[in-house]
Nanobody, 115 residues
């Protein structure tokens, strides 16, 4: 059974940092495009950052220069380093692995940015 498990969320003050991790089990994810999405209360889920198999990355405009996505294929793990966090970054963050037709999601981890 394929699973993605996120960790690293929590409560942080504005301007602070968090590092999210997503560990995959049940298959090898080196051939998958891996991404982080987020969903804030009352809003649609949105793409935050993605990383292709070759390492090319893309980011939402709202997080460019503050967030960094990376992957470690040996550990079947992706990361999201989040710096200079803002209250509007508050959301549930989800890990996604996609190699069509396969499309897997984690259960999400809550990130709250508040003073």
């Amino acid at each position: 059974q394929v699973q993605l498990v996120e960790s690293g969320g929590g409560l942080v003050q504005p301007g602070g940092s968090l590092r999210l991790s997503c560990v995959g089990t049940g298959t090898t994810f080196s051939s998958y495009t891996m991404s982080w999405y987020r969903q804030a209360p009352g809003k649609q889920r949105e793409l935050v950052a993605g990383i292709a198999t070759g390492g090319r990355t893309n980011y939402a405009d709202s997080v460019k220069g503050r967030f960094t996505i990376s992957r470690d294929n040996f550990k079947n793990t992706i990361y999201l380093q989040m710096n200079s966090l803002k209250p509007e970054d508050t959301a549930v963050y989800y890990c996604n692995a996609r190699l069509l037709p396969w499309d897997y999601w984690g259960q999400g981890t809550q990130v709250t940015v508040s003073s």
